[in-house]
Each structure stands twice: as C-alpha cells, then as structure tokens.
C-alpha cells in the first residue's frame, strides 16, 4: 500500500492519480479492450526501399478511419499524419479515446511508420479535453471505464516508440493540453485567440500527478506549480514564452514547418532516439503503472461526490447557455 498523502480534498488517501504502461506493463483488466494483442491492421512487414521506378508524385499510402480520428500513413516517408475529426470540439469521449489508442497501437505496430503528427480536422480547435458527459450522472462502472481509457491514452502516446509532433491548430484546454505535453515537440499555430494549458483547477477539478509529472517535464516546476494551481489557459505567445510550444508559425504554414521537424528528428538513428527518450520518460510511466488501480478507485471516488457532481452540473448549464 503506498504511502498515504494530504489530497487536494483535505483527506489522507493513496497517492494514485495514475497511469502509465509501456507495451512491457500492459495488462488486461476486466471491462478493457485487450488493445496490445488486437492484431496489426498492416502487418509487420519493415519498410521497403522507395522504387527507382515509382512515377513521380504517387505516394505509397495507407489509410484507415473511424468516426472520430483519421489517419493516413506515408510509407515512403515513414510518416502519419493523424487527425481529430469529431466536431464540434474534438472532446475527449470514451469512444474518441478508444479509437486513439487504437489508431497508436496500429502504427506502432506497423514497422513502416516511424512518426506522426498529430493535428485538427475541427476549425480553430485542437480538443478542448475529457468529455465532462462521460464524468457526469453515470455509474461507477462508467466512471472507472472511462478513466482507465485516458491513462490508456496517455500511457501509449507518451511512452511510444515513434516520433511524435503535435501541430496545434487551435485551442487546446484541459486534456487537450496532456495530448500535447505527451509528444516529443509542439508547434502552434501564431494566433492569439487560441489558448493552452491545464485548467482543471477552474472547473474544481485537481489534475492528476501524471498530468503534473508530464507539465513539470515540459515547462520546468515553478511554472506548472501556479499555472496548474491558477487553472491557467496561455494565448499561443505566452505558451511560447513559457516552453509550453517549441515553436509559433503562421497557420497556413503549420503543416510544411511540422513535416520538417520530423524530417530532422528521423534523420537520427532510431534506436538511439527511442532509448533516449525512454531513459527520459520510464519515471513518469513507471509511477503511473505501479498505482493504476489506485488511481482510477481515486478518480471514481473523487468524481462521485456530490459536491463535484454539482459543479460539472454547472458547467454544462453555463456551456447551454453559451451555445444559445
């Protein structure tokens, strides 16, 4: 039993708050989708030489899509490209973190992929984070289904083997923001009107240790500790300032400046870069998978109080009365 520890709740319980599994700490537990033993959808077959003989401009694709994400990989460059497309805000359901996972595990297991970048289909939108329905007037069934498929999320996005670029097209609030923070490098889109961060706080809601690990990692401890503490969302210059994004372009150039930093970072070795980048981030996964358990009991507790149940309530009432 971990040690117990003061909770932002004025009670003493388990730190848990956690997730995190690299492919060797994936486990199957009830009620989840045994995602690691689904099969490939490509097959694993490594990635072939381009053809001397391949007309100019056909590009070897493949492509798969759901209902909330869209991808389309290029096997001669060894990159996807991975799309939101679940308007009107990209939020984070249960069935839009399954289909994520999903659409990971599918390109890591493909040899032929080597990065992706991951970006909007939605206007001036990147995802506005977890679906506060899917937190609200369901059982604790539900409750822990759900919770289990963001650490799934975060878990394979954070730990993956392949190189990952977020090209933010748009706000990105709350789990959005986690999405962001767990890619290797962030570029957004040079508009002031769109914002980022962890803005939990604001809702009454205490982001969890590894959302705090994965924003330390980032923007550096002082930083996280008032901006997650204020609930802060950053227009797109002062995230830069901070280190939340690496880099500012013009929108129109987003795309062409996110294919050439995964252009340079694949220019490295691969395994050079994958075991560097696990030597960086084992902590943060490893505290995550040791208290998972924990960690969704902690967050079905939490988000089944009356008092927490009654500010979603609101916020659901004030986001009505917004959109009429």
């Known amino acids: 039993m971990p040690r117990p520890v003061q909770s932002g709740f004025g009670e003493r319980t388990p730190h848990l708050w956690g997730l995190c599994c690299s492919r060797p700490y994936l486990s199957v537990s009830p009620g989840v989708l045994p995602l690691c033993c689904r099969p490939p959808a490509w097959g694993r077959a490594a ?34 490209m991975m799309k939101f497309k679940s308007p009107p805000v990209n939020s984070l359901s249960l069935e839009f973190l399954t289909e994520f996972s999903i659409s990971l595990e599918k390109l890591e297991n493909n040899r032929a992929c080597r990065g992706v970048i991951i970006t909007s289909a939605v206007p001036k939108i990147f995802s506005s984070g977890l679906d506060i329905t899917e937190m609200c007037g369901k059982s604790v069934e539900h409750y822990a289904e759900f919770w289990r498929a963001v650490q799934e999320m975060w878990l394979r996005l954070y730990g993956s083997n392949m190189v990952t ?33 962890l803005n939990e706080a604001q809702l009454g809601i205490v982001a969890p240790f590894w959302f705090k690990d994965t924003f330390v990692n980032v923007v550096g401890y002082r930083i996280a500790e008032r901006s997650l503490q204020l609930g802060s969302l950053h227009p797109a210059p002062e995230a830069h300032k901070l280190g939340l994004v690496d880099e500012l372009v013009p929108e129109e150039k987003l795309m062409e400046k996110a294919a050439a930093v995964m252009a340079q970072w694949l220019a490295l070795p691969d395994h050079a870069r994958q075991l560097t980048k696990s030597m960086m981030r084992k ?19 939490f988000v089944s109080k009356e008092s927490i149940q009654k500010s979603l309530r609101m916020y659901m009432e004030m986001l009505k009365k917004r959109k009429s």
């Open 165 to 197: 670029v977020a090209a933010v097209n748009g706000s990105s609030p709350a789990g959005g923001c986690l999405c962001a923070l767990s890619c290797d490098y962030r570029i957004m889109a040079e508009n002031p009107k769109f914002s980022i961060g």
């Open 283 to 301: 902590a943060v996964l490893d505290r995550l998978v040791a208290h998972r358990e924990e960690d969704i009991k902690n967050f079905v507790t």
């Open 47 to 80: 990635r072939p030489p381009p053809s001397p003989l391949q007309p100019p401009g056909l590009v070897p694709c493949r492509s798969f899509s759901n209902n909330k994400i869209q991808v389309e990989l290029d096997e001669s460059s060894g990159v996807a």
